[in-house]
């Protein structure tokens, strides 16, 4: 088999359910194999860590001179002049971009529905969501288009598709991957991170495209582990705890029932099992949704019709070419967003508003940091329910927020996070596991999804 064979296995998987799955928004084949006759040449000699692997990437990661919407229309026309050092990083880890996933209008939402071009559907089942806002990346892998993909995460992005479509997917530690030419939704909670069908995968992904970038001032200088080195299924003595605020209300019976079947392996396989209390929790949506539309409606602003993409035609005078290129080519959900961050931005709301919610933030970090003083992990859901039905919650913007009230926590405390697959709803869809780590420990958080898996 070549590495020409594989990227032709991936393009013909694509071409057999992409037109009902509808995970991909940019697609180049030619490219792919281009890429791949010049791998091929190189066999044997040197080969990096994805040498040949097949993989998609979510469309808010610029690729140069592949299109990079963000699935906004004001970027529909957008070909990047450079690489996100991600992107450059899978090149020189010697994998082979096969294209570009789908996901919500600048990562804004929880069902890939606010998607400017598609609606992504779920493999399991056409009639429901893949989740999101890495949507389109979750349900490429779920439906075997591609092995490995990039999606992002700012309050749950990368976690609850994965949970969606039976998947595993990691937030890293925020500045464990850089940033540099991610498309900013919420600078100081936005991580990329690796999204496959295996956590050993996973931990091969991540260590290619973690470490410290000089692009990316946020970026940690820590050094990079081999992760997969940690993948040694013993799990004998780990200290395990279990937020009660993460099996309370609002979370389904089925999904309680996952979590202490998985609970019982864990201790079956010789962890400790604790239960324990992160109080701040219940304030988790409300403080990420106060900061991470501040950070949005200030990254947003640069999308004004001069500098990049879309421009709307007739415009009066400078003014208005703003206003109306703004108003045509943004979506509802990122207007809400922008409106809602500049409120709480403004002078006389600053205080009551994003001050405020700066102060839960430290609150929420120190509920972890407290945990993690004697724990090694900790274990719940990934979400409160399955997959929802498309059209089922997207008028109602507080239930689709409610989605991420288990993974915005981790994104407000700056630490890692999985979900693997954690069985079957009792309608056949999959649920998710989520495991969080102390901070720049993947190693600890893939040791015991690998083991659980
Ligand atoms: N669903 C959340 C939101 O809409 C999280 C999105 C994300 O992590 N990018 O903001």
Known sequence: ITIADLVRESYKRIEEVDGKVQAFLTLDEERALARAEELQSKMGTDEGLLYGMPIGVKDNIVTKELRT????????????IYNATVADKLHAADAITIGKLNMDEFAMGSSTENSHFAKTKNPWNLETVPGGSSGGSAAAVAAGEVPFSLGSDTGGSIRQ???FCGVVGLKPTYGRVSRFGLIAFA????????????????AYLLEAIAGLDPNDSTSANVDVPKYRSALTGDIKGLKVAVPKEYLGEGVSEEVRQSVREALKVLEGLGATIDEVSLPHSKYGVATYYLLSSSEASANLARFDGIRYGYRADNAENLIDLYKKTRAEGFG??????????????????????YKKAQKVRTLIKQDFEKVFEDYDVIVGPTTPTPAFKIGEQIDDPLTMYANDILTIPVNLAGVPG????AGLSQNGLPLGLQIIGKHFDESTVYRVAHAYE
Do not use: H
């Open 69 to 80: 919407t963000a699935a906004s229309k004001i970027l529909g026309n957008f070909d990047p």
């Open 161 to 163: 598709p994965a949970s």
């Open 187 to 202: 600078s100081s909670l936005d991580q990329i991170g690796p999204i496959t069908t295996n956590v050993e995968d996973n």
């Open 332 to 353: 509802d959900e990122v207007k809400r967003r922008i409106m809602l961050g500049t409120y709480a931005l403004s002078s006389g709301y600053y205080d009551a508003y």
């Open 418 to 421: 999985i979900s693997v697959p």
